[in-house]
């Protein structure tokens, strides 16, 4: 192959030493440098700068001998200096830096808010953050000049890469709300579509910090008209049901970012958050009257509807809710206590009809510590929990006995049927505490349209692919308590009550009362006819007792309390889990 030569370094007579310049070549448009192999002599440069040179020929010639070397630079001082590449790399990826941004970092801290870097740092393990696009600026450099898109649209307002979180690979994507107030931009979008494909690809856990103000108008530089087309949304979306998804709310959360954030298994948010998905601007466009953003979903709100699935105080808190949440999807601990079994026989009152704290129980029970219950305002007299036994994360699926009796009215059976898919979707066996008298009833209940939410539990539960353990503490009554059992008393894995159970077809006063009208009315109203129902009342709960109900094999066993944790254990090992079904996770 034929070469140039660009640079004759050295000429005829000249000493060199090993590792020395000689000559520069070029072929194919790249440069060669030769250099000598050894201290010699140039007895001849036969090439000059300039010649064009054939494969074999003979360059120069070079004699062995010993010379006054000069020294060799050490690899240490050849990198000492810094090139002008990496210089500006440098200088680039240091204004995104939150420390070389103290102005918006100052304001934010004095909200009482996290930076995007810092809640990022707080929730990855040390050293794990891989960041995608961090070098992107806001698509306005038809209208703003570059130093100022560097300085102020740093990532174009999303953070965003994969990491580690207690020791697994994850996806984080956090809107800077120092940026542009944390809304949506052109480049924002590409890069959050980027960082989706990989997690959908790698199978990546989600986590989403999503303040911000939904979609960005400003950006000029793209020749589009609505920016409707883009694929973010739906790219989010197609997540669920397939990895673990963890939605993050502090401050405001409007319009693009809410819509996010609604698609995510669970919702943690914080006290001073507000989530809606119109913000103030998009509520007064649409007439709709003017309000201030703290008017606008606020947080109370937002727990008591079911929005909220985790309240917490502030973005600390929040950080370690996730990482205690998608724990739970990461497999058993070896580490972990549990307070002592004796304790459940007293978890009880004796009366059969005085409530109690079902919350409490749900903690004795689990594993100390590791009880977490999600949309603990919403549909409240159906408790739903993540908690582990012996270490193995489960489902926990609880009646509330402290409201309505613990009946199942549309929330409850909403929020009972959504929480049997999320389980049923990241593989997590289920375990349901059952003291209900049923669904709820009435013309004001029929007015929520009962019969279809209450059904939900009944699709849900048909569709497991984990294993359901049933244990009835008090009240099993009529289809409530089928529906908390996945459909039925023999469709659990297992099925067992506390000696202190009874059931029925239905509440068994309201039994007696329907079954022995007449009696009941042939006798005066008074004690007579109290004792008479006294009398029939007494004959269901024999009738409807665990006992009973083990001698007919309608339940698998009746066990002490103190047996509870032993029980569910044996339970849960047996278990085995099917294959995941397509389709995503209902939102609701």
Partial sequence: MACTVLVAAVQGGEAVHAGQLLLVLEAMKMEHEIHAQQDGLINEVLAAAGELVQEGDLLLSLSPQATASAPIASPAAATAAVRNDLQALRDRLALTEDANRPQAIAKRHALGLRSARENIADLCDAGSFSEYGALAVAAQASRRGADDLRRNTPADGLVCGTAAINGQACAVLAYDATVLAGTQGMRNHQKTDRLLG?????????????EGGGGRPGDTDMPIVAGLHVTTFASHARLSGQVPMVGIAAGRCFAGNAALLGCCDVIIATEASNIGMGGPAMVEGGGL?????????????????GVIDVLVRDEAEAVAVAKQYLGFFQGSVPDWTCGPPEALRQALPESRTRSYDMRALMHQLADTGSVMELRPGFGPSVLTALARFEGRPVGLLASNPAHLGGAIDA????????FM?????????????????????????????QVRHVSRIFVAAAHLRVPLLALIIRKGYGLGAMALAG?????????????????????????VRLGYRKELEAQAEGPAREALFQS?????????????????????????????????????????????????????
């Fill in 487 to 511: 459909g039925g008393f023999h469709a659990p894995l297992a099925t067992a009550a506390w000696p202190s159970a009874e059931f029925g077809a239905m509440g068994l006063e309201g039994a």
């Fill in 289 to 305: 009257g003017v309000f201030a953003p703290e008017q606008i979903g606020p947080s109370d709100v937002q727990a008591r509807n």
């Fill in 536 to 588: 029939l009342l007494q004959q269901q709960v024999d009738n409807g007792s665990a006992l009973n109900m083990a001698t007919t094999l309608e339940i698998d066993a009746v066990i002490d309390p103190a047996d509870s944790r032993r029980w569910l254990s044996q339970g849960l090992a047996a278990g085995k889990i099917g294959p995941l079904l397509p389709g995503g996770l209902d939102a609701w």
């Fill in 198 to 210: 990989v997690a959908l690809q790698q199978r990546l856990p989600l986590v989403l910090f999503a």
């Fill in 421 to 449: 898919r999320l389980c049923n979707t990241h593989g997590l066996p289920l375990v349901s505490l059952i003291d209900t008298p049923g669904f709820m009833v009435g013309p004001e209940t029929e007015a929520t349209a």
């Fill in 411 to 418: 929330d409850a059976a909403d929020k009972t049927a959504r």
